[in-house]
């Protein structure tokens, strides 16, 4: 039987928890049980799948929707008792889509506690004293050494550089073993590192977020890109992260490569339980991209297709945040606010009286670091208007225009050479500007940088369009 053929009439169960019965198993979910049982066993992942995607989600809005599902112990029976699917020991071949979703949402719980625990303010005397009681619950360390513990006895890391050597199959295959093994810890194992990505920046330390990264080619297809879910999250984590480090022109790359694939596929996944999760990442990643290329005007870098519809969403706030007055920098903090992630203190609350909310206080200090960030671009920003209309211009020049004695110039351009460098993963130093420039005997030498023009595009657009002409004419009847 088809996973997706299911017919959901019988044993509709109340939505409340009144009443709910947890030894009780409706026919459908029995019948549920049994075949994805059968699809385990025979390791189809498939139809694993679709019984994940579509049938389970069905099965649950239809009779669990305001209570769990039934316990183990009673759907024990439908399955031999066994031991794989009840306990989940890892012989077996699971979906990416499911696999990624254990380790999103294993994060996305960690996430959650820490802005529950976090309001203080409105908790009752039991709920404190169950925080109090349970102190170590989701504790900082443990979660991070689970995700590093799943990525050590995955032995991934040694797996992705097999593969560069050309000795082991894995991202060619999606991560799945039809040697007749496992997937399911490899992949776990491989999922943990973008986990622990998203970990370290809602604690706010973006680099060591983007070395438990290295080891995935992010310049690459690879099998985070199997799972729409887990695509947008590695981008998004990583571009925010490069941002945060001021590595603008990676952060730009990256994001304008995702925001062009949801453009182009979106409407793929219209009936995905994630379509909206995805819609408002995309919206995020737009409001980022205008960031960054408001502190790092490099507009060429961003497809003809990214940049029409950037100009579209945010084309005069961008215009207005290159002022830098006052109204610039609310604009800053509006995107940022919008588009940051939702950062967590890690820290047990103090439990005594007054009590205070401070699941606000991570969000304030890095906007805070990020404003000073923009702050210190001001002058900045003075400097490259003059570099990009002279090819050469004296010192003493500069500083009279700029109404500023010499010494004070060189401090500028100085800045100016510190704020547009950074330093990538491999410890070399790049620079971020498309001016450049040196310095020789008191006559600065302006350097522009040139991308070089990406044909293939253009001409992919212009075949679409006239395939679309081509259609249009063939279905005009001539009379």
């Known amino acids: 039987m088809a996973a997706g053929g299911y017919e959901y009439e019988e044993g509709v169960q109340s939505s409340s928890m009144e009443g709910y019965d947890p030894s009780y198993v409706p026919d459908p979910v029995k019948s549920f049980v049994v075949h994805l049982y059968r699809h385990i066993r025979e390791k189809n992942v498939y139809e694993i799948h679709q019984m994940y995607e579509t049938s389970f989600h069905t099965l649950s809005d239809r009779l669990f929707k305001g209570t769990p599902w039934p316990s183990v112990e009673a759907v024990a029976q439908y399955v031999d008792n066994d031991h794989v699917v009840l306990h989940g020991v890892v012989n077996m071949q699971l979906p990416n889509q499911w696999l990624w979703d254990m380790v999103d949402e294993f994060v996305y719980q960690y ?23 349970h102190d170590q619950a989701w504790n900082v360390y443990g979660v991070l050494n689970f995700l590093q513990a799943l990525m050590e006895k995955s032995s991934i890391i040694q797996i992705l550089e097999k593969e560069k050597e050309g000795v082991e199959q894995f991202t060619a295959t999606d991560g799945y073993d039809y040697s007749g093994g496992s997937n399911v810890l490899k992949v776990l194992g491989y999922f943990s590192m973008v986990g622990l990505l998203r970990v370290h920046c809602l604690l706010g330390d973006y680099q060591t977020g983007l070395k438990c990264l290295l080891p995935i080619d992010i310049s690459q297809q690879g099998v985070y890109t199997s799972v729409i879910g887990s695509h947008i999250t590695t981008i998004y984590h990583y571009g925010f992260a490069n941002l945060m480090l001021r590595r603008y022109v990676e952060a730009i790359h990256e994001f304008n490569k995702i925001l062009l694939y949801i453009y182009k596929t979106k409407q793929y996944h219209q009936k995905s339980p994630q379509y909206e999760q995805i819609l408002k990442k995309n919206e995020q990643m737009y409001a980022l991209l205008t960031i960054c290329l408001s502190l790092c005007p490099q507009v060429k870098l961003v497809d003809e297709t990214v940049n029409s519809q950037l100009r579209e969403k945010y084309g005069e706030k961008m215009s207005r945040m290159q002022r830098y007055d006052d109204e610039s920098f609310a604009l800053y903090d509006e995107l940022f606010s919008y588009a940051c992630p939702k950062f967590i203190t890690p820290s047990a609350p103090s439990y005594e009286e007054p009590l205070v909310n401070y699941n606000q206080d991570a969000y304030r200090l890095q906007l805070k670091l990020f404003l000073y960030e923009v702050k210190q671009q001001q002058q900045l920003s003075a400097v490259r ?28 351009l100085m800045a100016y050479k510190h704020k547009t460098h950074s330093v990538v993963a491999d410890g070399k130093t790049v620079s971020n500007a498309d001016i450049d420039f040196y310095i020789d005997n008191d006559l ?15 001409f992919l657009r212009q075949i679409v369009k006239l395939e679309a002409v081509i259609g249009d004419m063939d279905r005009v009847k001539l009379e």
């Open 111 to 133: 996430q959650s506690f820490c802005q529950y625990r976090a309001k203080m303010k409105t908790k009752t005397e039991q709920e404190i004293a169950l925080l109090r009681q």
């Open 385 to 412: 208007t003059f570099l990009k209309v002279y090819s050469t211009i004296s010192l003493e020049k500069l500083a009279s225009y700029m109404e500023v004695d010499v010494a004070t110039l060189r401090t500028i």
């Open 444 to 458: 600065i030498h302006v350097v522009e940088s040139k991308t070089p023009k990406q044909y293939g595009d253009y």
